[in-house]
């Protein structure tokens, strides 16, 4: 599983396996972000599953489905809240880490420019350029 690094304490990245928990935690890992809707996943990969095992292996654990459509400010506020605004490193994961690459955008608007945050995006191999008059409608 390759996850990708937007700041130096918040990476995003694809589905992610129970097992892979201590090889996470290896790589600085603090706290697991789970943005997945468990009606996407089968129930070894559902949120249960990934919180028992994150937490058997030392990391703190977070939760907040998303899909394209339920990102809503108040949705965003809290993935912040609960993902890049806290301390340690955070993983925050959906199906191919896109969902929660565009959820730390939408998050970052009014605190990073715009070019700012599409640069981190497109350094982590996500291309984000058709939210900038999005982005920069929410910084202003």
């Known amino acids: 599983m390759e996850i990708k ?5 918040y990476f ?12 996470l935690k290896e790589r600085g890992i603090t706290r697991i972000l789970c943005n997945r809707p468990d009606t996407e996943v089968p129930a070894r990969l559902g ?5 028992a095992a994150a937490e058997k292996a030392g990391l703190e654990f977070a939760v907040q489905p998303l899909t394209h459509q339920t990102m ?3 949705i965003i506020a809290h993935n912040r809240a609960i993902g890049a605004e806290m301390e ?3 993983l925050a994961y ?14 970052q608007a009014g605190t990073r420019s715009t070019d700012e945050i599409l640069q981190a995006a497109q350094n982590a191999g996500y291309d984000l350029e058709q939210m900038r008059g999005h982005l920069d409608s929410l910084t202003s």
């Open 5 to 9: 690094q937007l700041t130096p304490r």
């Open 12 to 23: 995003v990245g694809p589905q992610i396996e129970p097992a892979r928990m201590a090889a």
């Open 47 to 51: 949120t249960a599953a990934i919180q």
């Open 72 to 74: 809503t400010p108040e």
């Open 88 to 90: 340690g490193v955070t």
């Open 94 to 107: 959906c199906a191919s880490g896109t969902r929660s690459c565009i959820a730390w955008a939408l998050g």
